[in-house]
């Protein structure tokens, strides 16, 4: 992207996710107001004009494309391709496409945005698949997961593009200099795992594409040791479905450990502000959604509950990967040969 010029603007499925259009609005609004993003709300134009006059919100600043059918959270992405391209989930992608955006943003249908994207947005030329890109934050940084969740089964040669792909991520967005890439597996052994991993490993051994560091272990990664982690996709969205679970049940314990008592409830009191900053670190609304790396444009796939804030946070990654051209990044990286 031009230096000179302003991103272009963020399209949004503004009826996607379990508290659209209303969340999916406010966020918009807080996006625009703190980071001066331009913003397409798609969807259902009455919809949005009424939730934002019962709110007084004020949506001007922003251009709506007016949408007609509805995606379910479990509809299947094909029947969305055949039947809905009336739907916000579609429009939205073939906007980014024509043009008239930048990148495309949804909390919606899962399945359906990847599948929407991918046909209408396209891949990059000489990527084989993308790759979900998921952010997990650690004590004193982070780590990015890829695949967190988009290709299910694998080749060797799928985990070597994502390990390239995520490290240009790694490297522009999280601003580290020189990202370290380790493969997951359950020893650190180069013979070690399933045949997936094996091949994996050989070909990021001798890619040179990547600052490779081996196979980690699932107890290490919590670790700092990567800041890369590859794997296939279903492993992936295991890992990360078992995080969050996790999260939520350390947090809810914290939760129910202070308030137990008169005595706890006065301690909860001097922990509150530190306790506060460690939940809004762990928090996935602080990091806004997934990146689904390897497309022509920026496409971030939020969670279906996402409030305002994660809305918001989800809005200022597309504006900071349309910024640093990540797409073009990625694309120099597989035409020079990083992605084999």
């Known amino acids: 992207m031009n230096k000179d010029m302003s991103p272009a603007p963020i399209v949004i499925d503004a009826m996607g996710g ?11 609004i807080e996006a ?3 980071f001066g993003l331009d ?5 259902n134009r009455r919809q949005i004009e009424s939730f934002s006059r019962q709110n007084n919100l004020d949506i001007s600043p922003f251009a709506i494309e007016d949408s007609k059918s509805i995606v379910g959270m479990g509809e299947s992405p094909s029947r969305v391709l055949r039947e809905k391209k009336d739907s916000s989930v579609y429009m939205g ?5 024509e043009g008239k955006g930048g990148a495309f943003l949804s909390a919606g249908n899962t399945g359906a945005a990847m599948a929407c994207s991918l046909l209408n947005i396209k891949r990059i030329k000489g990527v084989a698949r993308p790759a979900i ?4 934050p650690l004590p004193g940084s982070s780590f990015v997961l890829v695949d967190a969740g988009a290709n299910a089964d694998c080749k060797p040669h799928n985990l070597v593009q994502f390990a390239v792909m995520g490290k240009v991520f790694s490297r522009d967005i999280l601003k580290v200099k020189n990202p370290r890439v380790a493969l997951l597996n359950i ?3 180069e013979k070690k795992g399933s045949e997936l991993a094996v091949q994996a490993h050989n070909m990021l051994k001798h890619s040179g594409a990547v600052d490779f560091t081996g196979n980690i272990e699932g107890r290490e990664i919590f670790e700092g040791a990567a800041d890369v982690v590859v794997t296939d996709g279903f492993t992936g969205n295991v890992l990360l479905k078992a995080i969050e679970g996790l999260a939520a049940m350390f947090f809810g314990q914290v939760k129910q450990a202070l308030t137990s008592s008169l005595i706890s409830k006065l301690a909860a ?3 509150k502000g530190p306790l506060k900053a460690m939940k809004n670190r762990f928090d996935y609304e602080t990091y806004g959604g997934a990146q689904l790396l390897g497309l022509n444009a920026p496409v971030i796939i939020s969670h279906g509950s996402s409030r305002a804030r994660a809305v918001k946070n989800a809005i200022r990654v597309a504006g900071e990967s349309l910024e640093t051209d990540l797409v073009e990044k990625i694309r120099k990286e597989i035409s020079a040969g990083g992605g084999m």
């Open 187 to 189: 020893g650190q052994e």
């Open 39 to 43: 913003i397409i709300l798609v969807g």
């Open 18 to 28: 379990d508290f659209a259009p209303g969340e999916v609005i406010r966020g918009s």
């Open 93 to 97: 992608p073939v906007l980014v496409a």
């Open 133 to 136: 890109a998921a952010v997990i």
């Open 32 to 34: 625009h107001r703190e």
């Open 269 to 271: 009191l001097s922990l």
